[in-house]
Nanobody, 125 residues
Framework: QVQLVESGGGSVQAGASLRLSCTVSGGSFSRYSMGWFRQAPGKEREVVGGIIWTGDKTDLADSVKGRFTISRDNAKSTVYLTMNSLKPEDTAVYYC??????????????????RGQGTQVTVSS
């Protein structure tokens, strides 16, 4: 059974940084492309971005380009979302998702094979 567990969320002030982690167990992490998406109360789900299975290509939403990066450590079966210069509008529950079959995007959650339970990020002004 494949499980994705996110961690690293919290409450921070605007301008701060956080790094979210998503660790995958029970599957073949090295062949999964990994995505991040978020959902804020009263708003539609938003794709944050993703990284292909090799780790050498990432895609990021325009709303986070220049502030967020995605990386992965296949030895640890973990994907990271590093968030800098956080803004109040980044407040949301952040989820990771795994895409099997050497997937190259786009990283729509409904196209994923597995998803985590989410971690809350709250940014105050």
């Amino acid at each position: 059974q494949v499980q994705l567990v996110e961690s690293g969320g919290g409450s921070v002030q605007a301008g701060a940084s956080l790094r979210l982690s998503c660790t995958v167990s029970g599957g073949s992490f090295s062949r999964y492309s990994m995505g991040w998406f978020r959902q804020a109360p009263g708003k539609e789900r938003e794709v944050v971005g993703g990284i292909i299975w090799t780790g050498d290509k990432t895609d990021l939403a325009d709303s986070v380009k220049g502030r967020f990066t995605i990386s992965r450590d296949n030895a640890k079966s973990t994907v990271y979302l590093t968030m800098n210069s956080l803004k109040p509008e980044d407040t949301a529950v952040y989820y990771c998702a795994a895409f099997d079959g050497y997937y190259s995007g786009p990283y729509y959650p409904e196209e994923s094979d597995f998803r985590g339970q989410g971690t809350q990020v709250t940014v105050s002004s």
